[in-house]
């Protein structure tokens, strides 16, 4: 297990899981965690042996979202002059990168949520393709509580994924949505009685995901990305072509044979990706 001030790493049969680790702290977001996280996950794109990504957490809570003391000092947000203003514009446009980062990673991520998924909490979960949570799990759109907007994809990617009426009630207000009714709106796939029956699921899921040939779900999540934005004649012209640059006779013969004789199917992993800048 690779471990860091924020995270600790596993790996095990093409699955990488990524647990929070700073329960005392309540998994707050301070300047290590970005960086660690944008660490983690520029690496897990590049190498190409993890087939998907389960992140959990510990403690009593997923994550109370950024930290206070990050706006007491770690930051400087300087509103006093049209340049400081634009520097806080780059600034957020860096934090938004890390996130766009789950979303954009080349392997499905897997989300396990139990009590707080609170401010920037949300706008990690809302990058996952996939969100399990706890019985005792909500969550919050905590930054109108403390004056701000929500800036770090919250309210860009929720209302992909719940009505945007129940998007503006909880903007709007910072009141907490439970898992009984976030599994209600379709914001989670399956609500457990416990963290560990949760870990548990997300893990099982991420073991279904690593069986199937990887280019096939690096394809599956393209289409699926493309179509959330696109309109329906224009995502079937992308999955024509997508279509045409991954299809493998070979993998769909595997895993047909593979289903018949009950067995794992053996698949080509995805390329290790070359860093271009590091070339020279």
């Not at 514009?89 to 979303?103: H, I, P, R, S, V």
């Amino acid at each position: 297990m690779n471990t860091s001030t924020c995270f600790a790493l596993d790996m095990a049969n093409h699955v990488a899981h990524l647990v929070m680790s700073r329960p005392a702290e309540l998994n707050t977001m301070n300047p290590t965690f970005w960086r660690e996280l944008d660490e983690v996950l520029t690496r897990l794109h590049s190498e190409g042996t993890a087939r998907a990504l389960v992140i959990s957490s510990t403690g009593k809570h997923f994550s109370a979202g950024m930290s206070l003391d990050t706006f007491a000092g770690a930051i400087s947000m300087d509103d006093q002059s049209p340049e400081g203003r634009a520097a806080i514009f780059d600034l957020l446009t860096d934090m938004q990168a890390t996130f766009t980062k789950l979303e954009n990673l080349r392997i499905p991520v897997i989300c396990a949520i139990q009590g707080g998924c609170i401010g920037g909490a949300v706008d990690m979960v809302t990058a996952a393709c996939i969100r399990y949570a706890s019985a005792d799990a909500f969550f919050c759109i905590q930054e109108i509580n403390i004056g701000m907007v929500a800036d770090v994809g919250t309210l860009q990617r929720l209302p992909k994924l719940i009505p945007l009426a129940v998007v503006k009630e909880l903007a709007y207000t910072g009141r907490r949505l439970p898992a009984s009714k976030a599994l209600g709106y379709g914001l989670v796939n399956e609500v457990f009685d416990t963290h560990e029956a949760t870990v548990a699921a997300a893990l099982q899921c991420a073991r279904e995901v690593a069986s199937k040939p990887p280019v096939a779900i690096w394809g599956t999540k393209q289409a699926v990305n493309y179509a959330r934005d696109h309109s329906v004649e224009d995502s079937l012209r992308q999955m024509g072509w997508l279509q045409g640059a991954v299809w493998s006779n070979a993998h769909v013969r595997e895993a047909i044979a593979a289903m018949k004789e009950k067995r794992a199917g053996d698949f080509t992993p995805l390329s290790a990706l070359q860093s271009f800048k590091a070339l020279g």
